[in-house]
């Protein structure tokens, strides 16, 4: 409920600032230890800061170009596309200067000037505007810009699930946060993941499979997973990362009341009781919750109260299926608006390619 959301934005600090930035890059960068290996690793990142304007509020980097993946080498990761996220507090401001640096970024859309790109950035698809098969600091990049606030509401929200959903897996910040409501956010977003997983998990369960509950809440309902997805994407992504999914919700499941995590046979159990359920119902995202209650009433004439019919739920036998569906329908309305919008910002050649090496690994996945 957006009230939650607000009292919990307000306990943050500036000590809970590092913990979100320890949570994130220092728990998930690979502990970015003093070799060669990472130092090499982290000029890299930085050349290819140091080609874009300033303004960003923060950078992080995720995907296959960054976290090894189930039957990846070191090689193919270094070799593999690096998608980057960049976060700035006026979209507009932003495009104007990387249109000036960057021109050869951007597909025919920037002939319409920087602020029709910052509109159609906000207006459609995931708020996201992507340019990708970049070339930059010997690295090909993809790389999305989405100003502060929308992705905030994201986050608390899940109106999309589009970057909230990457960011309930490993990324590597670039550049920390200083926005006490973005790192509380960012936190907000791992205790959801929580509540939404437990929700869909049996009585018992290991700890690779909550990870991949995790990892599949923002891939249920994506059109592309039938169809230019590996097929085993979310086992390769945990797989390999266990420990780094680790780092992100450790802390959260220690202080969750209703499971017990048994670190030494890497077991979790739960109780799903109405009141768990109620419990974790209670704290699911707006969007989530509003989605339950179109489920729930289909019956023409005045909603019952959002509160009655969590009541409802938690004693429903079915609660995890219609939990499913809620997110579901925001992953299915995310993906398909947010691709569309990928035919104006990359242009249909660039289109073409990224799709055709999907489809590629989609093949590969099934041999």
């Known amino acids: 409920m957006i009230w939650f959301a607000l009292s919990r934005i307000s306990v943050c600090s500036s000590k809970f600032r590092t913990l979100c930035f320890r949570l994130y890059a220092t728990g998930n960068n690979h502990q970015l230890n003093a070799t060669n290996h990472h130092i090499t690793h982290l000029d890299q990142y930085g050349a290819i800061l140091e080609q874009f304007p300033e303004g960003i509020q923060m950078a992080f980097a995720y995907g296959s170009g960054v976290f090894k993946q189930e039957g990846q080498s070191d090689a193919q990761v270094n070799k593999n596309m690096i998608d980057l996220i960049f976060v700035v507090d006026d979209s507009y401001r932003w495009h104007q200067k990387n249109i ?11 002939y319409f000037g920087a602020k029709q790109i910052a ?17 930059c600091a010997g690295r090909e990049i993809k790389y999305g810009v989405i100003s502060t606030k929308q992705l905030i509401t994201d986050l608390l929200d899940w109106n999309t699930l589009y970057l909230s959903g990457r960011m309930h897996k490993p990324i590597r910040i670039l550049i920390e946060p200083t926005k006490t409501e973005l790192c509380s956010a960012m936190q907000i977003n791992l205790e959801n993941a929580i509540h939404a997983a437990l929700l869909l998990l049996p009585e018992t369960f290991s700890e690779e499979e909550l990870y991949q ?4 809440l923002s891939y249920d309902g994506d059109f592309r997973m039938k169809f230019g997805e590996d097929k085993n994407k979310i086992t390769n992504i945990v797989k390999p990362n266990i420990t780094y999914f680790r780092k992100l919700y450790e802390n959260i499941l220690l202080k969750e009341e209703h499971v017990k995590w048994s670190k030494s046979q890497g077991v979790l159990e739960q109780y799903p ?9 209670n704290l699911l995202p707006k969007t989530v919750q509003s989605n339950l209650l179109s489920c729930m009433h289909r019956r023409p004439g005045k909603y019952p109260d959002l509160e009655e019919i969590i009541r409802q739920l938690a004693f429903d036998s079915n609660c995890a299926d219609y939990v499913r569906q809620s997110i579901s329908e925001i992953v299915k309305g995310s993906s398909v608006s947010q691709s569309l919008k990928g035919l104006f910002t990359a242009g249909i050649v660039k289109t073409v390619l990224y799709s055709s090496r999907k489809v590629q690994k989609m093949m590969n996945s099934k041999k």
């Not at 000036?100 to 920037?110: A, D, G, I, M, V």
């Not at 009781?273 to 119902?281: C, G, M, P, R, T």
């Open 119 to 135: 509109n159609f950035q906000e207006k459609y698809g995931a708020a996201v505007y992507f340019n990708t098969k970049v070339q």
């Open 273 to 281: 009781n109405h009141v768990s359920q109620f419990h974790h119902l």
């Open 213 to 216: 509950q995790i990892a599949a």
């Open 100 to 110: 000036r640096q960057n021109r050869s970024h951007y597909s025919f859309l920037k």
